[in-house]
């Protein structure tokens, strides 16, 4: 049975980092492209990274680019995002999400149960 | 920046039929972008629908199917069943640097 279990939010103030995690198990991980998907209280998805299984290929929406970085450590089966200064803007619930392929297609069929990020001004 | 654009919100009948679109700003949705459908109920985790347009997963009712209708990735409901009250999200493939977007959802609410 595939298992996503996110980790590592919490409370950090504005300008602040924090690592998340994404435990898995239950798949050949280092098989399959990974995504970070976010959502803001009350509001819509938003895809914000991608990498491919090999951890070589990495994607990025603009709202995070060069402050969040995609990683994966298939040895550990365990995918991450860390999360450096932080705005208000990026108090959400972080979904880890499991692609269909290798590649970064963004055809999912599993996802984590999130972990939740409070940045405070 | 690219716009994906859903219906806000739908209502349908139990034992209804129902169809959700999904725009792209960019042009016609094809299956080069290849749409997938997500229910999110409330307080829970989204939940994977359809993938690559029309593809279901093992666990998609019979009910829910994908398509591309009119330019636009479509998902329909035939014989809509209470629990399938929920937000509905969209997203698409763009490939390049910002791979995906998605939709802003759609409320549907069965009445």
């Known amino acids: 049975e595939v298992h996503l279990l996110e980790s590592g939010g919490g409370l950090v103030q504005s300008g602040g980092s924090l690592r998340l995690s994404c435990a898995t198990s239950?798949?050949?991980?280092?098989?399959?492209?990974m995504t970070w998907v976010r959502q803001a209280p009350g509001k819509g998805l938003e895809w914000i990274s991608s990498?491919?299984?090999?951890?070589?290929?990495?994607y990025y929406a603009d709202s995070v680019k060069g402050r969040f970085t995609v990683s994966r450590d298939n040895s550990k089966n365990t995918l991450y995002l860390q999360m450096n200064n932080l705005r208000a803007e990026d108090t959400a619930v972080y979904y880890c999400?499991?692609?269909?392929?290798?590649?970064?297609?963004?055809?999912?069929?599993?996802w984590g149960q999130g972990t939740l990020v409070t940045v405070s001004s | 920046q690219t716009v994906v654009t859903q219906e806000p919100s739908l209502t349908v009948s139990p034992g209804g039929t129902v169809t959700l679109t999904c725009a792209s700003s960019?042009?016609?949705?094809?299956?080069?972008?290849?749409p997938n459908w997500f229910q999110q109920k409330p307080g829970q985790a989204p939940r994977s629908l359809i993938y690559?347009?029309?593809n279901k997963h093992s666990w998609t009712p019979a009910r829910f199917s994908g398509s591309l209708l009119g330019g636009k990735a479509a998902l329909t409901l035939s014989g809509v069943q209470p629990e399938d009250e929920a937000e509905y999200y969209c997203?698409?493939?763009?490939?390049?640097?910002?791979?995906?977007?998605f939709g802003g959802g759609t409320k549907l609410t069965v009445l």
């Open positions: 239950g798949f050949i991980f280092k098989s399959y492209a």
């Open positions: 690559n347009t029309d």
């Open positions: 999400a499991k692609d269909l392929s290798t590649s970064s297609s963004l055809n999912f069929d599993y």
């Open positions: 990498v491919n299984g090999g951890g070589t290929n990495t």
């Open positions: 960019t042009g016609a949705v094809t299956s080069g972008s290849y």
């Open positions: 997203l698409l493939y763009y490939g390049g640097a910002q791979l995906g977007v």
